[in-house]
């Protein structure tokens, strides 16, 4: 059974950092590219970030380009998205999600990010 | 970026009735489109994909249509089950872009 499990979500305020994890387990974490969408309170979705199988490639919504950043670590089948500069409008739900057969066919169950002073 | 509209936003049905979902692209998507259904405090669930493709383990009253820029999810019979919210996803060109959602209620 595919289990995607976030954590690290919390509290922080304007201008520092945060870094999410995501760890995979169900299926061959190291053969697909993974994902991190989000979902502001009340909102829609919005995909923020991908990054490839192996790392060879990564690409963000401008939204978070610049400020985000998408890795992993196959060897502990785990994804990560490290924040920083965070405002106010990144508060969010975070969601890792992966494509296996079917878009996004897979999700976490989601960590709350809250930007606040 | 390609827009995702859905209509209505907000949808109240009885128990049985067919119930349609629109979801409009801003430019040509083929038929690569997807539905979600995401029930109150959980992750969204693939229902469709490919516009048409039922997800495995979805009920076969849910139903997709459409190609190029107009699409629809069809439920034949509303259940108490499927009060939820529903989102689109282009899934045709980066960046994939979701809807806004219709939120479907039991009347």
């Known amino acids: 059974e595919v289990q995607l499990v976030e954590s690290g979500g919390g509290l922080v305020k304007p201008g520092s950092s945060l870094k999410l994890s995501c760890v995979a387990s169900?299926?061959?974490?190291?053969?697909?590219?993974m994902h991190w969408i989000r979902q502001a309170p009340k909102k829609g979705l919005e995909w923020i970030a991908l990054?490839?199988?192996?790392?060879?490639?990564?690409y963000y919504a401008d939204s978070v380009k610049g400020r985000f950043t998408i890795s992993r670590d196959n060897s502990k089948n785990t994804l990560y998205l490290e924040m920083n500069s965070l405002r106010s409008e990144d508060t969010a739900m975070y969601y890792c999600a992966v494509t296996t057969e079917a878009p996004f066919d897979y999700w976490g169950q989601g960590v709350m990010v809250t930007v606040s002073s | 970026d390609i827009q995702m509209t859905q209509s209505p936003s907000f949808l109240s049905a009885s128990v049985g009735d067919r119930v349609t979902l629109s979801c409009k692209a801003s430019?040509?998507?083929?038929?690569?489109l997807a539905w979600y259904q995401q029930k109150l405090g959980e992750a969204p669930k693939l229902l469709i994909y490919n516009a048409n493709s039922l997800q495995t383990g979805i009920p076969s009253r849910f139903s997709g249509s459409g190609s190029g820029t107009d699409f629809t999810l069809t439920i034949s019979s509303l259940q108490p089950e499927d009060v939820a919210t529903y989102f689109c996803?282009?899934?045709?060109?980066?960046?994939?872009?979701f809807g806004s959602g219709t939120k479907l209620e039991i009347k």
């Open positions: 990054i490839y199988y192996d790392s060879s490639n990564k």
């Open positions: 169900g299926f061959t974490f190291s053969s697909y590219g």
């Open positions: 430019q040509n998507i083929n038929k690569y």
């Open positions: 996803l282009q899934h045709n060109s980066w960046p994939l872009t």
